[in-house]
């Protein structure tokens, strides 16, 4: 089926609005598990007006949050999607500017030297658009993301090295954890990337970041750890805001790769407890929106 | 733990008079400031036409709509989405904040560190903690941007916010030397080795 690069740009844009808008159901139950158990009285507090948020923005149709991101778009063609690959790409970047100019949206996006701002979205490499291939389903699947930064600006890498083990990977998380404190809006979803090379591996751990609450490690290893690390972040007492309490995170996410002989690498990518994305897939005819 | 409502500015015994854990309520003017904003000021010689001192500032840089400027938009801009952004990286311009401009207030989210503290202490001001995100929440506590200046910097602009029943916010860090980043930092840290203790770690398994 062939899908024309007009139903991708207006797709991009939905996707867009959609995201800063409407928080996915999964976090939405993340945030009524986190309340159910905290025990501190600040932090439920905390957590009672970010749920009061979630409500607002609903009946006034307003963002979630200021931060519009930086636009991640990450493209699936499935099973019987035929694209024109640099028309699919110019598409979702007109689809992300007409958003940020239609809205309209605060452009977070400044050239890295000058700091100059575009007020587009978009930039040298900007949205960030990923192509990967499934064939798990019908049609080209688009999930958007757009990443905050105060959650991004927490991101870290160690080269660790075998001798060290997987202890240098958990004591790695649970540092990146105190060293974040409030600055990541938490409770967060720490995102923790094992294995690869150094590029692969952090973009792993933004791959864990953003994977639906609820949703566990492909590998068995990898999801025992993750296990492990989600109890072990909340016995910090870092709390909603950095104000104190249980409620660090939602949860750790791992994803893991294969990765050489001499290696250990580990890398950690949060996400805000404004954890939006929103996704779409596009058939011979249709779009059918979720998350 | 009490309840504080201000009507801006605000005099420095108003302000020592906060302890950390009250709530803070504002009303009237808040300026908006941000990463752009401070380095213009500070580093780049840049001046503004506000007077900032006895006031709040809220570390933002909002999502807004050029409008005709009215009553309700006389800096012909309407509030869409207003939050908050991360303080730290602002760290190094809250004295100068203070000192140069006379500023009281800085409201952000996840709370700013040492020398912000002694500024703090030293000059008499105070940090109040709004919750990062709740931005949907916030906008409604926004009346109308009265005013704007270094509007080059746009969406970093120095903006001069009308705002009624802004809070409550909790007073994070006192003129009193007293934090609550700084007291939940030092408690995490703490939990460090039963954290990695639960973890197992330095079982070399």
Redesign the interface.
């Known amino acids: 089926m062939q899908i024309a690069p007009d139903r991708i740009e207006e797709t991009a844009k939905e996707l867009y609005l959609r995201a800063l808008r409407d928080l996915p159901p999964d976090i939405k139950r993340g945030f009524a598990t986190l309340a159910a158990r905290e025990t501190g009285t600040t932090a439920k507090a905390v957590l009672g007006t970010m749920i009061e948020n979630i409500a607002v923005a609903e009946r006034t149709n307003n963002l979630l949050c200021q931060d519009t991101g930086i636009p991640i778009y990450n493209v699936t063609i499935g099973r019987g999607a035929e694209v024109d690959g640099v028309a699919l790409t110019a598409a979702i970047r007109r689809g992300c500017e007409r958003a940020t100019r239609e809205a309209p949206l605060r452009s977070s996006i400044v050239h890295p030297l000058t700091r100059k701002n575009d007020h587009t979205s978009c930039g040298i490499a900007v949205p960030v658009i990923r192509i990967e291939f499934s064939d798990a389903f019908d049609g080209l699947k688009i999930e958007m993301i757009p990443k905050g930064s105060g959650s991004e600006n927490n991101s870290w890498l160690k080269m660790a090295i075998p001798a060290e083990g997987v202890d240098a990977i958990r004591t790695f998380v649970i540092d990146c954890v105190l060293g974040a404190g409030g600055r990541t809006c938490p409770p967060t979803i720490v995102g923790v990337g094992i294995g690869g090379t150094a590029d692969l591996c952090v973009h792993l751990a933004k791959v864990a970041a953003t994977r639906p609450l609820g949703s566990h490690c492909a590998d068995p290893d990898g999801a025992a750890l993750e296990t492990q690390l989600s109890e072990a972040v909340n016995l910090l007492g870092i709390g909603p805001q950095g104000l104190g309490g249980d409620s660090t995170a939602f949860g750790v996410h791992v994803e893991i790769a294969a990765t050489h002989i001499t290696m250990n690498p580990v890398a950690v990518n949060m996400q805000c407890h404004s954890a939006r994305r929103a996704s779409a897939v596009l058939g011979a005819e249709g779009v059918e929106y979720g998350y | 733990m009490a309840q504080h409502d201000f009507a801006m500015p605000v005099t420095e015994a108003q302000v020592r008079a906060l302890a950390v ?1 009250d709530t803070v309520t504002l009303n009237g003017t808040l300026f908006g400031i941000r990463d ?1 904003t401070q380095i213009a000021l500070f580093d780049h010689g840049r001046t503004t036409r506000f007077d900032l001192a006895g006031h709040a500032v809220i570390h ?6 050029r409008v005709a400027p009215s009553p309700e938009n006389p800096a012909g801009y309407a509030p ?7 303080s ?2 602002m760290e190094r311009f809250t004295r100068p904040l203070m000192a140069n401009h006379g500023v009281r207030i800085v409201i952000g ?3 700013l560190g040492a020398e912000s503290a002694s500024a703090f202490r030293e000059l008499g001001g105070v940090y109040l ?1 709004i ?7 916030e ?2 506590w926004i009346e109308a941007i009265d005013d704007v200046d270094l509007d080059d910097l ?2 970093e602009s120095l903006w001069k916010f009308r705002v009624r029943g802004f809070g409550p916010l ?1 007073v ?1 860090m006192d003129s009193h030397g007293a934090s ?2 700084a ?3 030092a ?3 703490a ?2 080795a ?3 203790a ?5 079982s ?1 398994r």
């Open positions: 854990d752009a933002t840089a909002p999502n807004v709509k869409i989405c207003v939050g908050t952004t991360t730290a990286r989210k996840g709370g903690a919750i990062g995100g709740a931005a949907a929440l906008t409604t746009n969406p909790r994070a609550l980043y007291a939940v930092d408690e995490a840290r939990k460090r039963a954290a990695l639960a973890l197992g770690v330095g070399r």
